[in-house]
Structures are given as structure tokens and as C-alpha cells.
């Protein structure tokens, strides 16, 4: 039966694939110094045509982004397998078919190539149940009509013939993790010229069989196909009906006819030489005659379903050309190698920075003093303007009305004591600050959360004389009262050790009423206002992390 064959030669194509993977070694280490594909080298001219060689020139003096495409090899192949018409009027599964052929391939790219293909397949089929749908063809059908409206038993035997050109389109090379694939998907599509003609067993000798003689019980199948084998005698000396669709070739002895194909395979890599692929291809040439039927038993002689060849097949693959001059059919091979190989080579880029201060030379501004923070233009840090870097000002803040200053940045007032402005309280000073919010059940900060807590250490230190109140709320539960403290606790830890704000600057208030479970506000601290920085924990064996 058909399905058992599939099934054996796929069986059997998995195991020698099986060996054939084990041959391909993952690993393999790239052994020449410029490698493009396995020991290929890109300095290597043997193998590049002449336009492919200037432009590897180009590209060596670094004219040119991309390589040469190397010259590669041939695939010619070898297949044979099943070769059937599954979509059809009479069941296929009954008789053995069989198909064999060969092509000739060549590669346009690492993904698409194509193929010249020649196959020659044998499709038979036979029905098991009796058919009396030919009465309605006419004279269409003559041997069939030798029974008189008696039931019948299809069959078939047809020998077709197809040469196609093909585009292959490779799904499997490109590979990221290792150098060299061990097997490879494709799709393929193409058109082609097929030659086909149709005979049918209607006849034992000249007289028809005797179908009757077989009997009415359809219980047993099995039984009842060698019941018809056993009757038949497999000459096939009958012409099909014609199918006045097609045109007959007196040399090919059959109609001949365009044909398109579609399919797909996959195939295992055994050597650099050698390679099994598995293939299944349908094969369409418009005609509803391939198995000599065009009627069915409901509605006879209306509009045909067209028939398909289905060739699937095994075949190898042997690769022609010399290695030293032709690298493996460039589906084979990867094309990220050449570029994973030359980044393995890039040499470490080191970029200046000769005054240390973290800030390559080219974009620095300033030749900074040892020890001196900058900011992103490599200027050293000067907080109040007064025109003394921070790394050497010894009264970091100095007043406007101060200035100008000494060489060590302090400032001399003009007016006497007690006429300068009054400080602007903190609440002023350092502005609407903002608040902190955590998810749900959660004490982490969010990339929005510490974003927001930059600028207020950022306030802080514009403002060294500033105190700020940092606020949990709810208190209603045991698990209320540590989540808020954890929110509390979490803001200021997150202050003191990732932005260097001294401890001593808060104030710590968590379990206050009138604010959302999951929010931590932040405000000024009151003239006077004082507080603790840091409080135990209520309930700690209700902390979460």
C-alpha cells in the first residue's frame, strides 16, 4: 500500500540521515587565517572569477563593503521513489508505482538556487469498489462501454515523462551557533514540459471480464482487492479515453503538455561531497484524464477536477567541481562566517583619555585636575558658579551677594553683618519634589522611580543646609505598617548609597494617614523640624524583600 511505502522509505532515510549527521562536527575550528567558508580564505584569488576578483580587491583596500561571491560547485543528483496520482478519481493505494529521475543545480545565492530535473515515472491505481458512472460518458469511453452498463472496475497504468526548471529556496544554512549545518529545508516551485498517456485493463483477451464473478460483499476489503487482482490480468491493452484538452505527440508517444510543480524537502549533509535529501513533489498539467477517468458516479461528465502527480523520493546528491577552486554549493554554506570571523579579529579599541577624568579625549573639554568630578563634557563640577571647582572650593555654596571669591572659593560679603538677604527657607529652595511609586505588594524601585530620586539628590546637593521629610502611609494592619516602613526605608537607603546623600538629611515618617499604600511623598522639611533618619522595623518578620 502507498501509505506503508512512505512510511518505510522515510523509516529508512531517517537512519542513513542519522549517520550522516554524525559525520558533521560542530566544533570544527576555523583553521586558515582569513576564513570565509570552513577553510576557504578570503585571500585566497583561486577562487573568484575575474569581476568577483576586483571586486575581492576593492574590498581588501577597504573600497568596497562586501566580498566577492567565491565560484562554487555543481549538484548533480540521483532519485528514485513513489509516483502517484493521490488526487484523483481512482484509488492509488492498490498497485506499486514507482518514479526515478535526475538534475543538474546550481546556486544563485546562500538561499535560492536552481534546478534542471528530468523524472520518469510509472502511477497505477485500481478501485475496490464496482463503478457504473461510464454509462454516462457515451462513446467516450469504448472498452468501458463493452460492459453495457454493467459495473465496472477502474484502473489505470500511466507513464509520463517531466523536464522542469526550478527555483529552490534554502531555509536551513544561515546558521548563528556553529559554522557548518548538517541539514537543510527547502521549498521549490517551477514549469516544465511533462509527456503522459494512460492505458486501462478493460479487456481479458478481447472479452470482458467477468466482473459479477466476484461477487456483492464489500465487508472485507482486504479480501476483496485480491479478489480483483486475482481476475485481472495486468496487460493494460486498452487507450484511455482521450482527453481532447491536450494535444497527442506521435513521437512521445503520449499528450504533451505544460507542467508546474511545487514541493518540498530536506536533505542531509553526509560530506563535502555527498548529500541524501528526502523530497516530496506535486506535479499539475491540467488535465483530469492522468487516470483515465473524467466522470464520477454522482454527477457524470460535468466539469472535471483536475489530476496531480505526486512524486516523493530519495535521492543523492553529489557535488562536481575542483575544491581548490570551487568552495561547497553556497546553500551549504553560512554566510555569517565571514563576518563572525572578522569580528573575532577586531582588535581592542582603546580611546584616550589622558586626564583620567572618565571622559575620552575627544570629547573633553578640559584637561581636569586629578580627583576632580566633571560632567559629561569633562569640565570640572562647579556647584554655586563662583568659578572654583568644586574638588578645590572650600565653601562649596557661596552666596551671589559673596562673590567673588578667594582662590579657595570663599566669598566676601559687602554689606555688614546682618544686612544680607535672609536665606529663602527650604520649601523654597529646593521646590516641588517629587513623589515615589511602588507597585503593588512590591518594595522595588522602579527604572521611573530612581529616575525621579536622582533629582532629588541632585536638589539635596544644591542645597546642603535642606533637611526633607520622607512619608509612608497606611497603618490599618500589621502588614500595612511594615510595607510602609519598608517603602520609607527603601527610599532612603536608596539615597544615602547609590546617590551619596548624607544620612543625617532625613527625616523618617512612615504609618501616617491621609495618602495612597504604594506612594512615598517627599517634601522640605519645616524651619525647626527635626526628626530620626532611621526607626526599627514594626513587625520585621513581616518584611518582604
Request: aromatic content about 10%.
Amino acid at each position: 500500500m502507498t501509505s506503508k511505502k512512505y512510511t518505510l522509505l522515510a523509516g529508512i532515510s531517517c537512519l542513513i540521515a542519522s549517520a550522516g549527521l554524525a559525520q558533521v562536527s560542530p566544533t570544527q575550528p576555523y583553521t586558515a587565517p582569513h576564513p570565509v567558508y570552513g577553510t576557504f580564505s578570503v585571500t585566497d584569488q583561486n577562487y573568484y572569477n575575474k569581476k568577483q576578483l576586483a571586486q575581492h580587491n576593492e574590498f581588501l583596500v577597504g573600497n568596497q563593503d562586501y566580498p566577492g561571491k567565491p565560484k562554487d560547485m555543481w549538484e548533480l543528483g540521483i532519485k528514485g521513489g513513489s509516483f502517484s496520482i493521490p488526487l484523483a478519481d481512482v484509488d492509488p493505494r492498490y498497485l506499486q508505482s514507482f518514479g526515478f529521475g535526475g538534475h543538474i543545480r546550481k546556486s544563485l545565492g546562500h538561499v535560492m538556487s536552481l534546478r534542471l530535473e528530468y523524472v520518469y515515472g510509472v502511477a497505477k491505481g485500481l478501485n475496490w469498489r464496482p463503478s457504473t458512472g461510464y454509462r454516462a460518458a457515451g462513446q467516450k469511453s469504448p472498452w468501458y462501454n463493452s460492459y453495457q452498463g454493467s459495473p465496472v472496475y477502474y484502473n489505470y497504468r500511466t507513464k509520463a515523462q517531466d523536464l522542469s526548471l526550478q527555483a529552490l529556496f534554502n531555509l536551513g544554512n544561515i546558521r548563528f551557533y556553529k559554522n557548518q549545518t548538517g541539514a537543510t529545508i527547502y521549498a521549490l516551485a517551477g514549469v516544465g514540459i511533462n509527456t503522459f498517456h494512460t492505458d486501462v485493463n478493460a479487456l481479458n483477451g478481447n472479452s470482458p471480464y467477468n466482473f459479477p464473478s466476484l461477487g456483492d460483499d464489500y465487508s472485507n476489503r482486504k479480501d476483496q482487492i485480491k479478489r480483483i487482482k486475482d481476475l485481472l490480468d495486468g496487460s493494460y491493452e486498452s487507450p484511455a479515453e482521450v482527453d481532447p484538452s491536450k494535444k497527442w505527440s506521435k513521437t512521445f508517444a503520449g499528450y504533451l503538455t505544460p507542467s508546474g510543480t511545487v514541493g518540498a524537502g530536506i536533505a542531509f549533509r553526509l560530506s563535502p561531497r555527498v548529500n541524501l535529501a528526502i523530497e516530496d513533489r506535486l506535479i499539475y498539467t491540467g488535465s483530469d484524464m492522468l487516470d483515465g477517468v473524467r466522470w464520477s458516479e454522482q454527477t457524470p461528465d460535468l466539469t472535471p477536477d483536475k489530476d496531480w502527480f505526486n512524486y516523493l523520493s530519495l535521492g543523492l546528491n553529489f557535488n562536481l567541481g575542483n575544491k581548490s577552486k570551487r568552495v561547497e554549493p553556497l546553500y551549504w554554506l553560512n554566510p555569517l562566517n565571514y563576518a563572525y570571523g572578522e569580528l573575532r579579529r577586531v582588535p581592542e579599541i582603546v580611546l584616550p583619555d589622558s586626564d583620567g577624568d572618565g571622559v575620552i579625549d575627544q570629547f573633553d573639554q578640559e584637561q581636569t585636575p586629578p580627583g576632580c568630578p566633571v560632567d559629561t563634557h569633562g569640565v570640572s563640577l562647579d556647584t554655586d558658579g563662583d568659578g572654583v571647582p568644586d574638588c578645590r572650593d572650600k565653601e562649596l555654596i557661596t552666596p551671589t551677594y559673596c562673590q567673588p571669591v578667594d582662590a579657595d572659593g570663599v566669598g566676601k560679603c559687602p554689606c555688614p553683618e546682618g544686612c544680607a538677604p535672609a536665606v529663602p527657607e527650604c520649601a523654597t529652595l529646593l521646590g516641588a519634589l517629587p513623589s515615589i511609586r511602588f507597585a503593588p505588594n512590591s518594595n522595588k524601585l522602579s527604572s521611573d522611580a530612581t529616575a525621579a530620586l536622582a533629582t532629588v539628590a541632585a536638589k539635596l546637593r544644591a542645597n546642603p543646609g535642606c533637611k526633607v521629610v520622607v512619608v509612608g502611609y497606611c497603618a490599618a494592619t500589621k502588614r500595612q505598617q511594615q510595607l510602609s516602613w519598608d517603602h520609607v526605608n527603601k527610599v532612603i537607603t536608596h539615597l544615602v548609597e547609590k546617590e551619596g546623600i548624607s544620612s543625617d538629611r532625613f527625616i523618617f515618617s512612615s504609618g501616617q494617614e491621609g495618602g495612597d499604600c504604594d506612594t512615598v511623598d517627599i517634601r522640605a522639611a519645616a524651619p525647626g523640624e527635626d526628626g530620626p533618619n532611621t526607626v526599627a522595623p514594626p513587625h520585621p518578620n513581616l518584611r518582604k524583600n
